[in-house]
Nanobody, 122 residues
Framework: VQLQASGGGLVQAGGSLRLSCAAS????????MGWFRQAPGKEREFVSF????????FYADSVKGRFTISRDNAKNTMYLQMNSLKPEDTAVYYC????????????????WGQGTLVTVSS
């Protein structure tokens, strides 16, 4: 499966952005999907994941209550709605896909998009 992340940009603290991850090449609904991020000088970290049919979602504590993950299997697209953004949310955001229940472990996601940069100014 090929993944294409988009929607990043520059936003002021307290603002919102919606990231998208478009998938192609295989049946989208057969994948668990996740979002990860990597800030400058830091390791990649888990943000959120969503199960095949969107029945289950999970969030990192740092984004819980502010970010919402969703997917539209008919459009082969996953989303990350980010509200109340903080400067510490600044990072390159990556979408990832796995056929099994990969959870928050990046090593269990074999498919990755190219990343989209989110910059939150204070």
């Amino acid at each position: 499966v090929q993944l294409q992340a988009s929607g990043g940009g520059l936003v002021q603290a307290g603002g919102s952005l919606r990231l998208s991850c478009a998938a192609s090449g295989r049946t989208f609904s057969s994948f668990v999907m996740g979002w990860f991020r990597q800030a400058p000088g830091k390791e990649r970290e888990f943000v959120s994941f969503i199960s095949w049919s969107a029945g289950s979602t999970f969030y990192a504590d740092s984004v819980k209550g502010r970010f919402t993950i969703s997917r539209d299997n008919a459009k082969n697209t996953m989303y990350l709605q980010m509200n109340s953004l903080k400067p510490e949310d600044t990072a390159v955001y990556y979408c990832a896909a796995a056929t099994g229940l990969a959870g928050r472990n990046a090593e269990k996601y074999p498919y990755w998009g190219q990343g989209t940069l989110v910059t939150v100014s204070s």
